[in-house]
């Protein structure tokens, strides 16, 4: 539950004159077997996206393409890093809360998930993650 748990990911990129490709196998370009996949797009200038933390299931952002800007707390510290490569993830483990700004036009981020959707798994108001936060550190 802590941001030192956060990762930078790299993505292999096989680059060739007709364009370039990268790919993302679970279990070893992520730590975990991919459950869900999502992706986000066409979000309207001043929108923010996420504004949640999730109890078990980790996920890792990939700006495809445009920009955003990916803000994550522990309840004590927050970082802001820069998305804005296709070659390169951000792995968020449980017990972070995350929250996206300043999309570009024509971003698409794209989500992979180690757990299917399920709501109860969401903290969604902000001062009930910091009080689940507090209960866990005791």
Not at 23 to 49: L, M, N, Q, S, T
Not at 55 to 84: C, W, Y
Not at 94 to 105: A, C, L, Y
């Amino acid at each position: 539950m802590s941001l030192d748990n956060v990762r930078i990911l790299e993505f292999p990129k096989i680059c060739d004159p007709r364009g370039n490709l990268s790919f993302i196998e679970g279990g070893c370009h992520v730590p975990f077997a991919i459950k869900r996949v999502f992706y986000i797009y066409d979000v309207p200038g001043g929108a923010c996206r996420g504004a949640h933390a999730h109890k078990q299931n980790s996920t890792v952002l990939i700006a495809l393409s445009g920009s955003f800007d990916l803000h994550l707390s522990d309840g004590e510290r927050e970082i802001i890093i820069p998305m804005n490569r296709s070659t390169k993830g951000v792995l968020i483990p449980p017990g972070v809360w995350d929250s996206m700004h300043n999309f570009t036009t024509g971003t698409v981020l794209l989500a992979l998930c180690s757990h299917y959707y399920e709501e109860e798994d969401y903290i969604r108001d902000y001062d009930a993650y910091l009080e689940y936060i507090k209960t866990r550190k005791t």
